[in-house]
């Protein structure tokens, strides 16, 4: 069970809207920022959103992040087929350790 | 180029040890912390262990506390992750990260092709 909570699948049809939720308490997501990351079929993780809301460059702007109290956001307009992929919350714990969501799979329609 | 190149991983029985490494290039390798993710077969993300640019600090998830060891050599530009009495549940694919500052807080700018670990007798 992880300490963030994602919904476990999202869907969405091109050039749609979604947004993926990411839940977390006080000591984690209440206190320090939110990282986003995208992980496509078959290779490693790449972070898409940091500290809440930047993007690193070479992230299309059609990607988004918010964070509000102990909850967060992960936006995606303008949906592409090419987004279909294992998206991740993940923010620092004020006991001292990384925690992750468990994942929230994106299926393109 | 910018790159994490994970090695170590392979089949070791239960109780076993192995070592991992991941070496760094093409960044200042001492400015910045270090972090192990692994990944279960078809499971998420799950963060292992983060240490400090200078290698001072060292952070540990509860599942791997008093079994797992992080260090660094920041003349060498290379990260480790010793790990000892390995459970089966510590199969994974191992992930080297580079975080995006001094501290491990999460944010990994820069990932390795991992490397697979299973404990298995």
């Known amino acids: 069970q992880s300490v963030l909570t994602q919904p476990p699948s999202a869907s969405g049809t091109p050039g749609q809207r979604v947004t993926i939720s990411c839940s977390g308490s006080s000591s984690n997501i209440g206190s320090n920022p939110v990282n986003w990351y995208q992980q496509l079929p078959g290779t490693a993780p790449k972070v898409l959103i940091y500290?809440?809301?930047q993007r690193p460059s070479g992230v299309p702007d059609r990607f988004s992040g918010s964070k509000s109290g102990t909850s967060a956001s992960l936006a995606i307009s303008g949906l592409q087929s090419e987004d279909e992929a294992d998206y991740y919350c993940a923010t620092w714990d004020d006991s001292l350790k990384g925690v992750f969501g468990g994942g929230t799979k994106l299926t393109v329609l | 180029e910018v790159q994490l190149l994970e090695s170590g991983g392979g089949l070791v029985q239960p109780g076993g040890s192995l070592r991992l490494s991941c070496a760094a290039s093409?960044?200042?390798?001492?400015?910045?912390?270090m972090t192990w993710v692994r990944q279960a077969p078809g499971k998420g993300l799950e963060w292992v262990s983060g240490v400090s640019g200078s290698g001072g600090s060292t952070y540990y998830a509860d599942s791997v506390k008093g079994r797992f060891t992080i260090s660094r050599d920041n003349s060498k530009n290379t990260l480790y992750l010793e790990m000892n009495s390995l459970r089966s549940e510590d199969t994974a694919v191992y992930y080297c990260?580079?975080?995006?500052?001094?501290?491990?807080?999460?944010?990994?700018?820069?990932w390795g092709q991992g490397t697979l670990v299973t404990v298995s007798s």
């Open positions: 990260a580079k975080e995006g500052q001094w501290e491990p807080r999460a944010y990994l700018d820069l």
């Open positions: 500290r809440n809301n």
């Open positions: 093409g960044f200042t390798f001492t400015t910045y912390a």
